[in-house]
Antibody, heavy 120, light 110 residues
Framework: EVQLVQSGAEVKKPGESLRISCKGSAYSFTSYWISWVRQMPGKGLEWMGRIDPSDSYINYSPSFQGHVTISIDQSISTAYLQWSSLKASDTAMYYC?????????????WGQGTLVTVSS | QSVLTQPPSASGTPGQRVTISCSGIISNIGSNYVFWYQQLPGTAPKVLIYRNNQRPSGVPDRFSASKSGTSASLAISGLRSEDEADYYCAAWDDSLSGVIFGGGTKLTVL
């Protein structure tokens, strides 16, 4: 069964760094892009960017470019979302999703979400 | 601020037909596929409709969608209590080079 399993909830202070993960299983990890989607408390979905696991090509949303880093480790079928200096406004649920066959859209498999809370 | 415009809420009684609209522009809906996602309370979103009007296996045929020009719509017929959820449209935007979501529509089954 195809699965994307994300790392657990995090509580951090402003200014701290963080990396959350998304591990794929039961499919060819390099064959499908991985997207990251943010959902702030009580708000809608926001696409952050996507990465091609086969060559690590990354496409960021202009809204998130420069604020987060998306990366991949093919050897362990894991995608990452990283912050170097968190802000309170980064408090949100973050989802990873496997792309559809076009590679552009979050598709049929999503992680369970990682809740990130940033508070002093 | 969402680039795709959806009504914030919709409602209906069991058995009714409800439609949710999604409005964009030429660079997104006008040029690319529309996807629809359903997010049940406390869960991750799931694809309800892909490539404008295709249903993944397992999605009931009560759910249908269409696209015309720079607008799209999702229709739910035979409304059921378990359809109560948030619904989001999404499209690739050529100008932004990214996926944009609508603001979401909260569907209430009365």
């Amino acid at each position: 069964e195809v699965q994307l399993v994300q790392s657990g909830a995090e509580v951090k202070k402003p200014g701290e760094s963080l990396r959350i993960s998304c591990k794929g299983s039961a499919y060819s990890f390099t064959s499908y892009w991985i997207s990251w989607v943010r959902q702030m408390p009580g708000k809608g979905l926001e696409w952050m960017g996507r990465i091609d696991p086969s060559d690590s090509y990354i496409n960021y949303s202009p809204s998130f470019q420069g604020h987060v880093t998306i990366s991949i480790d093919q050897s362990i079928s894991t995608a990452y979302l990283q912050w170097s200096s968190l802000k309170a406004s980064d408090t949100a649920m973050y989802y990873c999703a496997r792309s559809d066959s076009t590679g552009f859209y979050p598709g049929d498999y999503w992680g369970q979400g990682t809740l990130v809370t940033v508070s002093s | 601020q969402s680039v795709l415009t959806q009504p914030p809420s919709a409602s209906g009684t069991p058995g009714q037909r409800v439609t949710i609209s999604c409005s964009g522009i030429i660079s997104n809906i006008g040029s690319n596929y529309v996807f629809w996602y359903q997010q049940l309370p406390g869960t991750a979103p799931k694809v309800l409709i892909y490539r404008n009007n295709q249903r993944p296996s397992g999605v009931p045929d009560r759910f249908s969608a269409s696209k015309s020009g720079t607008s799209a719509s999702l229709a739910i017929s035979g409304l059921r209590s378990e359809d109560e959820a948030d619904y989001y449209c999404a499209a690739w935007d050529d100008s932004l080079s990214g996926v944009i979501f609508g603001g979401g529509t909260k569907l209430t089954v009365l």
